[in-house]
């Protein structure tokens, strides 16, 4: 932050100089205004010029509502599922008897990052294997899992080009009869101004 030139041309000095740091956790518009309060032993006080920053903070998937969802899809908050022997919860995952899985959501380009831990529930069938996509607008992939077994999770951070909307699909690639569930455990997104 900078001092106006009054300060200066009335002989303030700053002796020393102290770091502050400033945590806040986003949330109404994400947006805080900050000033700085230069108080010398003697003399006049000077505020600094307003400064205003965004606040980013780490939404899960859950903070989006899904505006389209296939059936067999669950990405409510409390939803919970078993992937490589850890539990998630509040993540996406799936269940029934389909082949292919699809939910979409509303992020309104005001993301950058996306992370998570991709794989199949521990409720897929031994032999089974599984793929899952996220595409920017339905149709630039963000993230495409390699082949996906029980046991076998990859764990993604990717920077997104600020998406309006993205889409996670979920194949089940196993041969017929064999179930497979794709999920997405911890999918969170680096975004502001959701308030």
């Known amino acids: 932050m900078s001092f106006t030139a009054d300060a200066v041309a009335l002989?303030?000095?700053?002796?020393?100089?102290v770091e502050v740091s400033y945590?806040?956790?986003?949330?109404?518009t994400?947006?805080?205004t900050l000033r700085a309060l230069l108080q010398p032993k003697s003399g006049r006080s000077f505020t600094s010029k307003p400064v205003?920053?965004?606040v980013w903070h780490w939404y899960p998937l859950t903070a989006f509502d899904s505006y389209y969802a296939t059936e067999g899809v669950a990405d409510y908050d409390g939803n919970q599922f078993e992937m490589s022997g850890r539990t998630y919860i509040s993540s996406w995952s799936t269940y029934g008897m389909a082949r292919s899985w699809e939910s979409r959501y509303t992020l309104g380009r005001n993301c950058t990052e996306m992370r998570g831990t991709f794989g199949v529930t521990d409720r897929s069938a031994d032999g089974s294997s599984a793929t899952v996509q996220v595409l920017a607008e339905g149709v630039e992939p963000i993230y495409i899992s390699p082949e996906l077994t029980p046991g076998v999770v990859d764990t993604?951070?990717?920077l997104l080009s600020s998406p309006y909307r993205i889409s996670i699909l979920g194949t089940n690639t196993s041969p017929d009869k064999v179930l497979a569930y794709p999920a997405a455990g911890d999918l969170q997104f680096l975004c502001h101004g959701l308030g």
């Not at 002989?11 to 100089?17: D, K, L, N, V, Y």
């Not at 945590?23 to 109404?28: E, H, K, L, S, V």
């Open 52 to 54: 205003s920053v965004n």
């Open 11 to 17: 002989g303030a000095t700053i002796e020393t100089s």
């Open 30 to 32: 994400d947006r805080e």
């Open 23 to 28: 945590r806040a956790i986003a949330g109404g």
């Open 156 to 158: 993604e951070h990717t």
